[in-house]
């Protein structure tokens, strides 16, 4: 079986939806974000705050590249920003990696954003507006996975029967 990688804005799904179809697959979830602070012994905050984000986006490249190349098969779910640096987008169109974009539109993320303590969005007045850059500068980097996913209006479950169809298709 392949490793199966999710990326997509926060507030898409990944985590929910990872650990799900993790569990219906029967392989480990990997939340690459909670991989890291145990590996480093530290919240990303704390990284960010201690460290840097060029150390945390090295470490984040790092770890990455460890799973990807191991033999094991899991659920990965990246953090919002994986993808946009360090070419680790170039990791969505591997051989035995299938990789998917849990797309949602600007208007679902901030319904599930704006009551968020998340450290990235504190103190952003206008959230639409934000978020809709953001979203539009990280979709060229979203896109080079394999698959694209509306995560618009629908159950979990949904989700992750169109993310198993698709596997089964392919394997």
Not at 84 to 108: D, I, M, P, R
Request: aromatic content about 12%.
């Amino acid at each position: 079986m392949t490793k199966i990688v999710l990326v997509g804005y926060m507030a898409s799904g990944k985590t929910t939806i990872g650990k799900q179809l993790a569990t219906l697959l029967n392989v480990p979830f990997i939340d690459l974000d909670v991989f890291i602070e145990d590996k480093e012994e530290l919240s990303i905050e704390q990284i960010f705050k201690q460290k840097g984000e060029i150390y945390f986006r090295k470490q984040e490249h790092f770890w990455l590249n460890e799973l990807l190349n191991s033999n094991q098969t899991f659920v990965l779910s990246l953090g919002g920003g994986t993808p946009c640096y360090a070419n680790n987008h170039l990791w969505l169109q591997n051989e035995g990696v299938e990789s998917f974009y849990l797309k949602a539109t600007v208007s679902t993320l901030v319904s599930r954003l704006k009551n968020t303590t998340r450290p990235l969005l504190q103190n952003i007045e206008d959230l639409p507006n934000f978020i809709g850059q953001h979203v539009f500068e990280r979709s060229y980097f979203y896109n080079f996975a394999k698959h694209t996913i509306d995560c618009n209006n629908k159950e979990i479950s949904l989700i992750c029967n169109e993310i198993l169809s698709i596997i089964k298709k392919k394997h």
